[in-house]
């Protein structure tokens, strides 16, 4: 094994999130907005995705520098062809120890039972609230409630319980519906993690008085389903952690705007198109798939992934204002090229 890349600011390399497509079944308002990402939508054409060779390739090398969590993302990942084959060979890296999927559920019942027989770990199911009306608006594309339920059904039938449950929340959105979607997992094991409403990209016209804050969403769910905080489950866990007062189980809050983790943020991105980004809010990604495709040695790519990791001085959320934030001069990644 290689030596371990740290950052500018001492931060270790730990965590790799690839995303394998940049296509999606759903068309979340804050993600992929039905009136930009339209029929006529010119998504990446297939030459320009990374191949599952070039992606296992890439992750050796990310492992290599200290790498020991791999995330598959997207897009909705369940729709890249043959994902179980890409898994399967992530799976046998030696030094990926947790291997994990986010997805939007839609797609899990016929998919999961292969994930598993691949060698995924972990999954997490992203569902803003259980109120029909509200996800309908959510997903963009009229879907129901029942069809994400039933893809968390079949998680647990493959044995992937308990899952991860992630839900944004947005003021005036969904926000109304944060306490039922607590109580619908209390006691199921599944742990539901709340998120605030992030910034990234240019295209939903974030603002900050959308913004719920974390202490405000377990607040709301203390008063009904009394809750008090747990240590990180390890050093650098980006969510909070709240267990039921009753031992039924446990909540997770992400407060990505009010309260900002950037000193133990140790995530890497690989988007689709094979560019690296070092922050959910960077500019610009390095790409690594043209001196894939022109013949670079391992040595090389390494060399590469070394510098962009020790040049690395993110720290966009620490230093968030409204202004900053709200100012569309400044361009960003759009979540669905690289998956959160
Ligand atoms: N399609 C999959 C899914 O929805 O789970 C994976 C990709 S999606 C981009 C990953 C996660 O990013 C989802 O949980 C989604 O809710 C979250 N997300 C997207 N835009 C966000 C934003 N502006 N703020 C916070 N989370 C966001
Ligand atoms: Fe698709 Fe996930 Fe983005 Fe929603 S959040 S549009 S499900 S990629
Ligand atoms: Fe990491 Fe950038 Fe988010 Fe800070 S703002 S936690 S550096 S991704």
New binding site residues.
Partial sequence: MMNAATDTLGRPLRDLRI?VTDR?N?R?P??MPAEVFGENYTFLPRAEILTFEEIVRLTRLFVGLGVRKARI?????LLRRELQALIRRLAAIDGVEDLTL????YLLPRAVGGLREAGLHRI???L?SLDEDVFKLLNGRGYQVAQVLEGIRAAEAAGFAPLKI???VQRGVNDHTVVDLARHFHGTGHIVRF???????NR?G?RLDQVVPAAEIVQRIHEEMPVAAVAPNYPGEVARRFRYLDGSGEIGVIA?VTQPFCGDCTRARLSTDGKVYTCLFAGTGVDLRGPLRSGASDGELLATVTEIWEGREDRYSELRTAETAEMPSFSKVE??Q???
């Fill in positions: 995303s999606c759903f979340c804050y993600c993302t997207g897009g909705e990942p986010t997805t939007n559920g997490t199911v992203s803003d992630n839900a944004v998120i605030e409403y992030m910034d990234v990209g939903n974030w990505s979540m669905y690289i998956g959160g």
